[in-house]
């Protein structure tokens, strides 16, 4: 019996081993499957959004898009940093995702009406997702260190107040919750920046987290062909149809190359100022790739009109103008930035250049095609500035 009782407990200290401790984040590990799963988990619940967004074109539903997909990427941040900050290859870090994966389901299923009949449904769930997010984070500070303890107590509690404050909303009024909502994340995330920002010691971007940020971009980019897809299967197949779906894709496409060729799988500089301006640019701009796949289906179905419906006009483009500022103010962040300014510098006056353009487009409001094509080649212009500048550099070398 001793000898079982010894067996059993080495068998759980393998299996259920405590979070690691503050301070001792792996600076170099491979993201696992489970966080790839999590991460396509957490793509449902944005796609769920813009769905929902693509037949509510309006300020109101941009507004509801706007306050649910903030609680969603502030629930996916958590979930991302306590892993690459406390997870372990065990059975209890196992547990510690499985258990906000179950916490997310039912979020995901209410999200079509939260801003509606299914708001009370939606703030219920999303205050279980906060507080298992408060509970999973106390256990990991407990017994930390006294230079972490601070910093831990105020996260626990911040996250703690943002779960009771969701539960509170179940019972105001549809724009009452959406306005509380709304204001919750920003002062959610404004907390986070000033913890970031003076807590000590500063969190340190790993190469892990830096991949998982490019993975969550990838994965919503589906959207893109989600929403191109979706709107095909549900139009006549013609060539001008195909034609306009095939240019949708090929603007996902095009956003995809502007983060990866300026900013992905870069780390940002490593002080507490960049590390915030890092992690919080990844949150327009992930919201505005959802809201480009957003338009696909409008895009497709109106593909023979005279002029594209204003709504999809100015959601696309104008996301698209987020989404090459957004990335510039990662550009921003980075260590490159700096040693490289002769190549980042122009590529950021194009993209300046280019975002007045999209928006002058919106104005017009070509036919579907000419305005893909257009996107498409604006889209182009900062990849060609940053090919020129290369070889320039390059020359200048030899």
Same mark, same amino acid.
């Given at each position: ?271 507490? *100022? ?6 919080? /640019?990844? !949150?327009?701009?992930? @919201?505005? =790739?959802? %809201?480009? #796949? +957003? $338009? &696909? ?7 023979? *009109? ?6 999809? /006009?100015? !959601?696309?483009?104008? @996301?698209? =103008?987020? %989404?090459? #500022? +957004? $990335? &510039? ?70």
């Amino acid at each position: 019996m001793p000898e079982a009782r010894e067996r059993w407990a080495r068998l759980h200290r393998r299996l259920w081993q405590p979070p690691r401790p503050h301070g001792e984040q792996p600076l170099e590990r491979v993201v696992s499957p489970l966080e790839l799963f999590y991460d396509l988990v957490v793509v449902v619940l944005v796609g769920q959004t813009a769905h929902h967004l693509s037949g509510h074109l309006t300020w109101r539903g941009l507004a509801e898009f706007a306050a649910v997909f903030t609680l969603i990427w502030i629930a996916w941040l958590n979930g991302s940093l306590y892993h690459d900050l406390h997870g372990r290859e065990d059975a209890r870090s196992r547990t510690v995702l499985l258990v906000q994966i179950l916490a997310m389901v039912p979020l995901g299923a209410f999200i079509p009406e939260a801003g509606g009949s299914g708001g009370f449904a939606f703030s219920v769930s999303a205050a279980v997702l906060f507080a298992v997010l408060t509970l999973i984070w106390r256990l990991a500070g407990r017994g930390t260190s006294a230079e972490y303890r601070r910093s831990s107590l105020v996260f626990v509690a911040g996250t703690a107040a943002c779960a009771a404050l969701l539960a509170s909303t179940a019972s105001l009024p549809a724009d009452g919750r959406l306005t509380v909502w709304l204001l919750l994340g920003l002062v959610y995330l404004a907390g986070f920046s000033v913890m970031i920002g003076t807590a000590a010691p500063g969190l340190t971007v790993t190469p892990a987290l830096i991949e998982r940020f490019g993975l969550l971009i990838i994965i919503v980019l589906g959207e893109t062909v989600v929403g191109v897809v979706d709107g095909l299967a549900h139009e006549p197949a013609n060539t001008l149809t195909i034609a306009v779906g095939l240019v949708a894709v090929v603007i996902g496409f095009g956003a995809w190359w502007t983060y990866f060729d300026f900013v992905g799988h870069r780390p940002p500089r490593p002080t507490r *100022a960049a590390t915030v301006q890092w992690i919080l /640019a990844h !949150l327009p701009l992930t @919201a505005a =790739v959802a %809201a480009m #796949g +957003a $338009t &696909m289906p409008g895009l497709v179905e109106h593909a023979h *009109a005279d002029r594209t419906p204003a709504s999809i /006009a100015w !959601l696309l483009c104008a @996301a698209t =103008v987020v %989404a090459l #500022g +957004a $990335t &510039m103010a990662l550009a921003a962040s980075l260590e490159a930035w700096s040693g490289d300014r002769a190549f980042y510098r122009p590529v950021a006056r194009t993209c300046a250049a280019v975002g007045v353009l999209c928006l002058a487009l919106a104005v017009v409001r070509p036919t579907p095609l000419p305005l893909g094509v257009a996107l498409v080649v604006l889209l182009g212009m900062p990849w060609c500035v940053a090919v020129i500048r290369h070889t320039a550099n390059d020359t200048g070398r030899e």
